[in-house]
């Protein structure tokens, strides 16, 4: 059983920056695909960013490229979301994912995820 904890949220002014940390315990780290969802109030949770295993190929949701950037670093069995210029828009809880399926392709689907933390409240002000 893969349980992931999320830590690092918090409240911060529009344009500064905040880091996302998400430590996996359980299963085998290095094999899974990592990402990141959001949830804004009255909003359904949606993609951020992912990482693939093994290389650690990324892709991300249109209006965060540029200013987020997810790594991850097995040794540690911990992956990263590092985000810059925050807008307000960017307001949400943000939950870390994990992805046991074997396969080669970046995964944007949350259901393609098996495994899921509790969540991280990053507020942004204006």
């Known amino acids: 059983q893969v349980q992931l904890t999320e830590s690092g949220g918090g409240l911060v002014q529009a344009g500064g920056s905040v880091r996302l940390s998400c430590a996996a315990s359980?299963?085998?780290?290095?094999?899974?695909?990592m990402g990141w969802f959001r949830q804004a109030p009255g909003k359904e949770r949606e993609f951020v960013a992912t990482?693939?295993?093994?290389?650690?190929?990324?892709y991300y949701k249109d209006s965060v490229k540029g200013r987020f950037t997810i790594s991850r670093d097995d040794a540690k069995r911990t992956v990263y979301l590092q985000m810059d210029l925050l807008k307000a828009e960017d307001t949400a809880v943000y939950y870390c994912?994990?992805?046991?399926?074997?396969?080669?392709?970046?995964?944007?689907?949350?259901?393609?995820?098996?495994?899921w933390g509790q969540g991280t409240q990053v507020t942004v002000s204006s």
């Open positions: 994912a994990a992805s046991s399926t074997s396969s080669t392709m970046l995964m944007t689907d949350q259901r393609q995820y098996d495994y």
């Open positions: 990482i693939r295993w093994g290389g650690g190929r990324t």
């Open positions: 359980g299963g085998t780290f290095s094999m899974y695909t």
